[in-house]
C-alpha cells in the first residue's frame, strides 16, 4: 500500500472510468450515493493508515448556470448541510495538468446535499456561492483526516435540467467519458505528495509605485464614483485589473474610447507627451499614478535629448514603459533591446551619446548590455543614477539567494509583467529550474513532484495574497515548512498626487 492514496467514487460506472494506470497506484473504494454510505466508506479510509493522500472522483450536478456537461470541477470548497465547510486546497494543484490534456477545469465550490437536488435547490445554492452539488464528498472527506485531499468531479447535469430529463443518458455518456480524460491527473498528484520545505525571497510582491498606482484607482473610485477609465492594465497583473474591474474601473487601450470630460488615470508605467496632449484635448480628468522612478527616466530623456544627444534606450519593444520614454524625445532616441542590438546599433555623433533603460530590467543583463556600448562607444554617458528601480533590483538579488539553495523556483506574477519575467531569468542564471506562474492553477505538479526545497517569489506588481494561495495549495500535498530570507527590508512610500489627496 505504500505510495498508494485512498480514491472514492460512489457508483459503479464512475469506477469502471477510472483507468488502469490510476487504479494501479490507488486503493479504489466504492462507496454508494448518500450521506449514511459516504459516511461508513470514509470510517473504511480512516482505517488505511499508509495512504499517502485521499481522492474522489465522479460525476455532479451544476449549480453555477455557466457550468456545462462534460465541464470539469475541482472543489477547493466542501460544503455539507450538517457542519461547517472546509477547504481542499490541493484540488486546485490539479489545474495546469488538466490544461495540458486538453481539458478547461474550473476551481470551485462543491456542495454535498442529502437527496437529488432539482433545478430550484441548485439555483438557491448558487446564489450561495456554490457551483456544483453530488451526495458524497464533503462526507468522504474525512476520512482524509489531515492527509491532503483532491476532489475531481465532471459534471453530468446541467444547472436548469432535471436528473430525468432525456438528455441526461448522453450527458452522463460523455461526463464518465470527461472523467476517465482527466483522471489521470490524479496519479500525476500522488507522485507530487511529499512535506515540503518553502523558501520565501524577501522583499517580494507589491513595490511602493505599484502600492500607489493600485491605491490612486482606489481613491478616485471612492471620491468619484465608478466608472473611472484606466489607460492601459494600471500595472501588470490579471488579478488586480479583474479586482479593480469589479470595483468599478474599467480599462482601456487608447483615450478614444474614453468619454470626454470622463475622470482617467494613467498608469504606472507613464504615457508619451503625446498622449497627455490628447487627453488634454478630450477635456479629460487626469490623474497621473506613473511611478516616480519611470518619471525620473522620462526628465532624464528630455534632458539629455535638449542637449543634443543621440539616448540609446535599453529595454523591450512593446512595453508601455518604453512606449513612454520613447515618446518624450522620439527623434533621439534609439532601441536597444540586448547584446546584439548594441553590437549593431549606430549613432550620429559617438561623442553625444547616453543610455538609459527600462526600469524592470534584470540587473546583470542590463550591465552586459551597457559594457558592450561602453566598448564601442568610449564616450557614453549614463543617468546620474541607476534607472533599474530599488524594488527591481532588490527582488532579484533576494531570489538569487533563495535560487542557489532551492531546487527548484516558483514566481507569481503574470505574463506580461517585464519585473516578474526577470526575476524567472535572474533564478534559471543560477541553473535552478524557475517558473512562472498567475496563481496556484498555473503550477504544473511536475515542475515540483521531486523538490524537497521550492524557493518562491512574487514581481513587484503581484498581490501577496496570491503568495499566501500558492503556499498553502504547496502544503496542501502533505505540509510545508515555510521560512523566510530576508536580503533587504522595504520602508519607502511615495506621495500621492494631489487630484485624489485628502
Not at 469502471?16 to 448518500?34: D, F, Q, T, W, Y
Not at 444547472?159 to 491527473?185: C, F, H, Q, S
Not at 531546487?407 to 505574463?415: E, K, P
Not at 504544473?444 to 518562491?456: K, N, S
Request: net charge negative; with cysteine.
Amino acid at each position: 500500500m505504500s505510495g498508494q492514496i485512498l480514491l472514492f467514487t460512489a457508483l459503479r460506472a464512475e469506477e469502471a472510468a477510472l483507468p488502469a494506470e490510476v487504479k494501479r497506484n490507488a486503493r479504489v473504494i466504492r462507496s454508494g450515493m448518500g450521506r449514511r454510505r459516504a459516511r461508513i466508506a470514509a470510517a473504511r479510509g480512516l482505517a488505511v493508515d499508509d495512504a499517502r493522500g485521499v481522492a474522489i472522483a465522479g460525476v455532479c450536478a451544476a449549480a453555477a448556470p455557466e457550468l456545462r456537461a462534460g465541464d470539469v470541477l475541482l472543489a477547493t470548497e466542501l460544503r455539507r448541510p450538517d457542519g461547517p465547510s472546509f477547504a481542499a486546497a490541493g484540488s486546485a494543484m490539479l489545474t495546469a495538468a488538466l490544461r495540458r490534456r486538453g481539458l478547461s477545469p474550473q476551481v470551485g465550490t462543491l456542495a454535498s446535499v442529502e437527496r437529488i437536488a432539482g433545478p430550484a435547490e441548485r439555483r438557491f445554492l448558487a446564489e450561495q456561492g456554490v457551483d456544483a452539488v453530488d451526495m458524497e464528498s464533503a462526507w468522504l472527506a474525512d476520512a482524509a483526516a489531515g492527509r491532503p485531499l483532491a476532489v475531481l468531479r465532471v459534471v453530468v447535469e446541467e444547472a436548469g435540467r432535471e436528473l430525468v430529463d432525456a438528455r441526461t443518458a448522453v450527458a452522463g455518456a460523455r461526463a464518465l467519458y470527461e472523467l476517465r480524460r482527466a483522471a489521470p491527473v490524479l496519479d500525476e498528484w500522488r507522485r507530487a505528495l511529499r512535506r515540503r520545505r518553502i523558501l520565501l525571497a524577501a522583499p517580494r510582491s507589491f513595490c511602493a509605485g505599484v502600492d500607489r498606482a493600485i491605491e490612486i484607482v482606489e481613491l478616485a473610485l471612492a471620491q468619484r464614483g465608478a466608472p473611472v477609465y484606466v489607460r492601459k492594465q494600471i500595472v501588470h497583473n490579471e488579478h488586480v485589473v479583474a479586482d479593480l474591474e469589479r470595483r468599478g474601473a474599467v480599462f482601456v487601450d487608447e483615450l478614444d474610447e474614453v468619454p470626454v470630460g470622463a475622470t482617467t488615470v494613467f498608469s504606472a508605467h507613464g504615457v508619451s507627451p503625446a498622449v497627455r496632449e490628447e487627453a488634454a484635448a478630450r477635456g479629460l480628468d487626469v490623474i497621473d499614478a506613473t511611478c516616480p522612478l519611470v518619471s525620473k527616466v522620462h526628465a532624464e530623456a528630455r534632458r539629455f535629448a535638449e542637449g543634443g544627444n543621440t539616448i540609446l534606450l535599453i529595454g523591450h519593444e512593446g512595453h508601455e514603459e518604453i512606449d513612454g520614454t520613447r515618446g518624450e524625445a522620439p527623434d533621439a532616441t534609439v532601441l536597444v533591446q540586448d547584446v546584439r542590438d548594441a553590437e549593431r546599433v549606430d549613432v550620429k555623433d559617438p561623442s553625444r551619446v547616453t543610455y538609459l533603460t527600462q526600469t524592470t530590467l534584470a540587473v546583470d543583463e542590463t550591465e552586459e548590455i551597457v559594457a558592450k556600448l561602453r566598448e564601442r562607444f568610449p564616450a557614453l554617458r549614463g543617468p546620474s543614477s541607476d534607472d533599474i528601480c530599488y524594488a527591481t533590483t532588490n527582488r532579484q538579488v533576494a531570489v538569487r539567494e533563495v535560487a542557489r539553495a532551492s531546487d527548484v523556483v516558483i514566481v507569481v506574477g503574470s505574463r506580461n509583467s517585464s519585473n516578474s519575467q526577470r526575476l524567472v531569468e535572474v533564478a534559471q542564471r543560477e541553473r535552478t529550474p524557475a517558473y512562472l506562474v498567475d496563481d496556484e492553477t498555473d503550477l504544473d505538479l511536475a515542475w515540483i513532484a521531486a523538490a524537497e526545497t521550492v524557493g518562491l517569489s512574487a514581481g513587484a506588481s503581484a498581490p501577496e495574497s496570491l503568495v499566501r494561495r500558492l503556499i498553502d495549495a504547496i502544503a496542501a500535498l502533505g505540509g510545508a515548512e515555510v521560512e523566510e530570507q530576508t536580503t533587504t527590508t522595504e520602508s519607502l512610500r511615495f506621495r500621492l498626487p494631489k487630484e485624489v489627496r485628502g
